[in-house]
């Protein structure tokens, strides 16, 4: 079973440009989840989807990131203006199951590695 | 406010011994306590984890201890192996949703 695939690996870009990221999760997988690791800090959601609908965007910086999953299958990430502090790893994982009283454990991607210069 | 913590960065240990990391919690609502590890240039992967109402739980050279009265948890690897050496991460689920919030991570390095 292939795994969460996320592109590009690594990207590099100065401040105020725009970037985005995709992600591709495992086939069959409702919940999608984009997750910030800055250096020396553990991932941090930015944003959950189940299916194609937001369930928790409550610590996605808005007036710069936006992410969107059309199909409820693969999804993108954007930062525009990008800021020096963007700089981290983001993380795509995706989930087998809908929101509900157990855990399903998230499947990660190998992220993508951001430096905003 | 850092719900999940890991006060430990790093943590070197001699192969064949016992590596014991630790991980302490403030929310007592959290559902699931969970242990991944990450390699360079990887994403975290799946190791281990421990219902709420457990306080123990063992899979092969890994357990997972949790004391719910002082929001502690640790991980125990015995015997540790080189291949053992990556960052480990604590994580919590449960109080909100599907959130999952992890702690800042241990770097253990095993020592052939």
């Known amino acids: 079973e292939a795994g969460v695939a996320q592109s590009p690996r690594y990207k590099i870009i100065e401040k105020r440009q725009s970037v985005a990221f995709w992600c591709n999760p495992i086939s069959g997988h409702a919940t999608l989840y984009w997750y910030q690791q800055i250096l020396g800090q553990g991932p941090k959601l930015l944003i959950q989807f189940q299916n194609n609908g937001v369930v928790d965007d409550s610590q996605l910086p808005k007036d710069r990131f936006s992410a969107e999953r059309l199909k409820g299958v693969d999804s993108t990430l954007k930062i525009q203006p990008a800021k020096l502090e963007d700089s981290a790893v983001y993380l795509c994982?995706?989930?087998?199951?809908?929101?509900?009283?157990?855990?399903?454990?998230?499947?990660f991607g190998p992220g993508t590695r951001l430096t905003v210069l | 406010d850092q719900q999940v913590k890991q006060n430990s960065p790093s943590l070197s240990v001699q192969e064949g011994r016992i590596s014991i990391l630790n991980c302490d919690y403030t929310?007592?609502?959290?559902?699931?306590f969970l242990w991944y590890k990450k390699y360079p240039a990887e994403g975290p992967t799946f190791l281990i984890s421990i219902s709420s109402i457990k306080d123990k739980n063992e899979d092969g050279r890994f357990t997972v201890f949790l004391n719910k009265s002082a929001k502690h948890l640790s991980l125990h690897i015995v015997p540790s192996q080189p291949g053992d050496s990556a960052v480990y991460f604590c994580?919590?689920?449960?109080?909100?949703?599907?959130?999952?919030?992890f702690g800042t991570g241990t770097r253990l390095a095993v020592r052939p």
């Open positions: 929310n007592s609502m959290f559902d699931y």
């Open positions: 994580a919590a689920w449960g109080s909100s949703g599907d959130k999952l919030t």
């Open positions: 994982a995706s989930s087998p199951s809908s929101a509900g009283a157990s855990y399903n454990e998230q499947f």
